[in-house]
């Protein structure tokens, strides 16, 4: 089976420091992948490579079998593949509803259009509605995003994301910076996605994506140290090497 | 031969006067990352107080000067004087600039440089409200008259001597930057602003000391210019897209940089005043543009603008 | 909303009225007023809605006015020269895209400055085309439909359509798809990108369609002063028009032309009682960066509302304190 997402051999440098080192990974559809590692083993810049964002100095990325390693990142969206960010990054000057239309807006050759009204689209609108409603988000679709929560924006970002319709979901520490409640909620909501989108999560809070993950990557300075099932790596030695440098 | 020898004659003397110019703007653009448009207000700014203490102009400061009696000071004297005194005059606008106006828009570049553009608007004006609007010539003092013959041509000393002051400026430069402490933070700051405020050095404080002193410089060159360039309302917008010019070619935050780019600057210009006067400007923006979009630190900048 | 319906509803009637009730001098100023509101509102683009600060725009409203001028007064007919002006803005234009959208921020802002320089000096110096300092002169106005625009009231009137024509354009642009993609760019390019946006080509077409309308205002003055001179591609001019963008409030469409009113009225009608207006620009203008850097019309309408809440907390105050016996 073609997996969903491929790394074979990734590399990437800045000057002398080694951020991803020959990284090979290999993500079946439908999965539920989690990457973890401590702080500074380039977990994001590994996201950051997936997307497009930074270009590799060596190795290839292939989405369901297709060598995206040249593609600019812009296109990686519209072959299916949508992230959320460790740091928030919406739109502060919009509704909670705008921003995730213009999440919707990114795959539609109506971006183009400079003649029509944009509040007039009325199955953007509805698709958005829909997609904030899929995170529990229905009533605030018009406040504006200032006005809202720390936890209610980590849920639009999610929103955004699945409007998009992804077939690989990135999650960049989905978790961060939410009280007990919030978390509880975003669970029940990851929990919720079909399997027909791959989920791949970079997560701190062990507890909660542990139980999402089917599989588990732990990386440490660049590197793959550690991969297997929740049980394989708990027991790893390896695994306590890299968390409690014994 | 001689149209040679006087054009290049000439441009060293103007890349004296435009490395003055530079030298403080290439030392705010490097550290503060923004291109300082009042720059060549301070400039124009410097001149005329420097008219002014000489007692040459037809403002009040002028009388003030005269009647304290700065025409009795043997008239060597009285210019450096000057000089000194407009730069610590625009020393003292710049660091109020600076923590009144700048500091409080810190890490808002872009607003920092609209900033200095309304600034260049206000300065622009008072000037012509003090000093009116005919251009005011400034003549050397008794040391720097005469001339001195090179081949056939004969040279004005004044011309040759902005060099020798330029390069006096840039040694002193040098050695702040290279020996002092002061001179390290500054260097530190320019290489990386982040690292030097967490090595513990007081950042804003240095702004305002660099910022000041990019003022100061800027003011000198202004009354060193005065004895070149006739001092009058539109010297502002001429000088500074040329200090501009130069600290690109020649990298931001870097003097050595500042000085082949004034030179170089120079040259082009009278070169190509003589060649091409139709496309004099041309020639002097175009490589500006090019070096912004193929190699944006300059010849000798450490990062980009 | 209302009040804003309110204000434009005044403002329209007394643009209306305005050729039967002033003479040719506020006429005149009038007509300038808007011609530079359109200056803006294209500047206003890139500005306001794409993030990109410019001060070069000058050049491309020179180099329509000169385009126009230079070949009417080498015989050619109005409309020719006026086509020849539209074609030329938009290659400038996208001249200046492909230059400067290599940058953004401040190396944006030089790029753009760098441009306009050298189209200055061209025009400043290539006396051959451009007659210099001398600028060249336009014998006549354009006749559309064989309506003269000789007289001030019908120069006006044909402004206003023009001005009305850009602001039916800015408004249907700023609605629509493509200008909540611009301004999407504006505050998180690197989510665009990801969301699937070529982010450069929406800059690209944005910068066309600014300095079409800054180019249009650039022929509208060629014909209003009917002479062109390089005093029109200066760093300064640019730098006005920058200012009367930010002033009036970047990033709405009444900012811009409160803005070009605010600077044209205190050029031509102040002067006579401000002498030094320039000196009241830069100030107004370092103000508004450093206290209300959204602009005088957001800024102001902000005032109102704070006011108005502060009225009406007050009315209602001394019957709470009283209650609380």
């Known amino acids: 089976m073609t997996p969903a997402l491929e790394l074979r051999r990734l590399a ?192 701190h809070d062990m507890d909660v994506a542990l139980n999402l993950a089917d599989r588990i990557t732990l990386m440490h300075f660049g590197e793959v140290i550690v991969e297997g099932t929740r049980a394989e790596v708990v027991a790893h030695p390896k695994s306590r090497e890299v968390y409690l440098g014994v | 031969m001689n149209q040679g020898l006087l054009l290049a004659v000439n441009s060293i003397a103007m890349g004296g006067l435009l490395f003055l110019l530079a030298s403080g703007f290439s030392l705010v653009f490097g550290l503060m990352r923004i291109p300082n448009l009042t720059h060549g207000s301070f400039f124009m700014l410097g001149g005329y107080l420097g008219i002014s203490v000489l007692g040459k102009g037809p403002d009040t400061l002028s009388q003030v000067s005269l009647w304290l009696g700065v025409g009795g000071l043997p008239p060597d004297l009285a210019f450096w004087l000057a000089a000194l005194l407009a730069a610590a005059a625009l020393a003292v606008v710049g660091g109020a600039i600076e923590r009144l106006l700048l500091r409080r828009l810190a890490g808002q570049e872009l607003a920092q440089v609209l900033v200095t553009l309304g600034l260049s608007f206000i300065i622009a004006d008072l000037c012509l409200m003090t000093w009116q609007g005919d251009p005011i010539p400034l003549s050397p003092p008794p040391t720097l008259r005469g001339s001195l013959p090179i081949g056939h041509v004969v040279f004005p000393i004044y011309r040759l001597a902005t060099v020798l002051i330029a390069v006096a400026v840039a040694v002193a430069l040098w050695l702040v930057l290279d020996r002092t402490r002061l001179g390290a933070m500054i260097r530190a700051g320019v290489d990386d ?38 001092v009058e309302p539109g010297l502002d917008t001429d000088m500074l897209p040329l200090a501009l010019i130069v600290v690109i070619l020649g990298g931001t935050g870097s003097l050595p940089g500042a000085f082949v780019g004034s030179f170089v600057v120079a040259f082009l210009e009278n070169f190509g005043q003589a060649w091409r006067p139709e496309f004099a400007y041309f020639m002097l923006f175009l490589p500006m543009l090019l070096v912004l979009l193929l190699r944006p630190q300059g010849l000798f900048g450490r990062h980009a603008p | 909303m209302s009040l804003r319906l309110l204000a434009w509803s005044a403002l329209a009637l007394l643009g209306a009225v305005l050729p039967w009730i002033a003479s040719d001098y506020y006429i005149d100023v009038a007509s300038q007023v808007l011609i530079y509101a359109i200056f803006a509102l294209g500047l206003n683009v890139l500005v306001g809605y794409a993030g990109l600060v410019s001060l070069g725009h000058a050049g491309i409203f020179g180099v329509a006015a000169y385009a126009a001028a230079w070949l009417v007064a080498a015989g050619f007919g109005h409309l020719p020269a006026a086509l020849a002006a539209l074609v030329a803005i938009v290659l400038v234009s996208a001249l200046y895209a492909l230059l400067s959208l290599r940058a953004t921020g401040i190396g944006f802002l030089m790029i753009t400055l760098a441009i306009g320089q050298i189209l200055w000096g061209l025009a400043y110096r290539w006396i051959d085309v451009t007659g210099g300092d001398n600028g060249i002169s336009v014998p006549s106005r354009p006749a559309p439909f064989g309506l003269s625009l000789m007289s001030a009231p019908s120069f006006y009137g044909f402004t206003v359509l023009v001005f009305l024509l850009a602001v039916l354009s800015m408004s249907g642009f700023v609605r629509s798809p493509f200008g909540a993609s611009l301004k999407g760019t504006r505050d998180q390019p690197r989510r665009m990108t990801a969301l699937g946006y070529n982010v450069w080509c929406i800059r690209f077409a944005a910068f066309l369609f600014s300095g079409f309308w800054s180019g249009v205002a650039g022929l509208l003055f060629c014909y209003d002063e009917q002479f062109v001179s390089p005093g029109m591609l200066t760093l300064g001019s640019s730098a006005e028009v920058l200012l009367m963008v930010i002033a009036g409030g970047s990033g709405t469409l009444a900012g811009p032309v409160v803005g070009a009113a605010l600077v044209v009225i205190m050029k031509n009608v102040a002067s006579a009682y401000i002498v030094r207006w320039n000196l009241v620009l830069g100030i107004i203008f370092v103000a508004i960066v450093m206290f209300m850097p959204e602009g005088l019309v957001p800024g102001s309408a902000r005032l109102a509302r704070w006011a108005y809440a502060e009225w009406q907390r007050r009315r209602r105050a001394p019957a709470a304190l009283g209650s609380e016996r």
Do not use: C
Not at chain 2, 203 to 224: D, K, P
């Open chain 1, 12 to 203: 990437k440098s800045f000057g002398g420091l080694r951020v991803t080192a020959e990284v090979d990974l290999a993500v079946a559809p439908g999965e539920r992948r989690l990457i973890i590692g401590p702080n500074g083993a380039g977990k994001t810049t590994l996201f950051n490579l997936i997307t497009g964002e930074l270009r590799p100095d060596a190795g290839s990325i292939l989405l369901f079998g297709a060598p995206v390693t040249r593609l600019p990142s812009r296109r990686r969206a519209h072959l299916g593949l949508a992230r959320t960010y460790q740091i928030i990054t919406l739109f502060p000057r919009e509704t909670l509803l705008r921003n995730v239309v213009l999440a919707l807006l990114g795959l539609s050759p109506l971006r183009w259009n400079p003649f029509l009204r944009l509040d007039r689209q009325q199955r953007l609108f509805a698709a958005a509605r829909a997609a904030l409603a899929q995170v529990g988000l229905a009533d605030l679709g018009d406040r504006p995003l200032a006005q809202t929560s720390y936890g209610e924006r980590r849920r639009v970002e999610i929103a955004m994301a699945l409007a998009q319709r992804p077939k690989l979901l990135l999650l960049d520490e989905p978790f961060a910076g939410l009280s007990l409640d919030e978390r509880r909620d975003v669970q029940k909501l990851l929990q919720s996605i079909p399997r027909e989108v791959t989920l791949v999560m970079i997560e």
């Open chain 2, 193 to 230: 602003p982040v690292m030097a405020r967490v090595s513990g050095i007081r950042v804003s404080r240095l702004f305002t000391l660099v910022f000041a002193l990019g003022a100061g410089l800027a003011g000198f060159a202004g009354v060193i210019g005065a004895l070149i360039l006739s």
